[in-house]
């Protein structure tokens, strides 16, 4: 993945619209807020085997709606000036320290009830 072209492309496509005055950091959350909620939506009431072998139709919206997820997301860390590499780089490290391997090996217990 390239995302400095995707950047570039989502950037583009807000300059050609002269959308980036309503690309607020608050606006842009709330957005991805709503996306999230949309693939919330696909997902809500099917079992774990359902939602694990999903139509090809279904499958398709959900590919969208993540697409829309990472647009914001990605539209988010150029607003922020977020190298979003950098940041998930760092919070696995983070995510390392509190959930050990030996600790946490097979369980779905938050880091602090270990």
Partial sequence: MDIKKINYKIEQFSIQRDWNKYHSP???VMALTGEVGELNEIFQWLTEEQSNNLPSGTKQHAKEEVADIA??????????????EEAIIEKMKKNEEKYPIDKVKGSFKKYTDI
């Avoid at 647009?71 to 979003?84: G, M, P, R, S």
């Fill in 26 to 28: 608050k606006n842009i």
């Fill in 71 to 84: 647009i914001y997301l990605l539209k988010l860390c150029t607003k922020l000036d977020i190298d979003l």
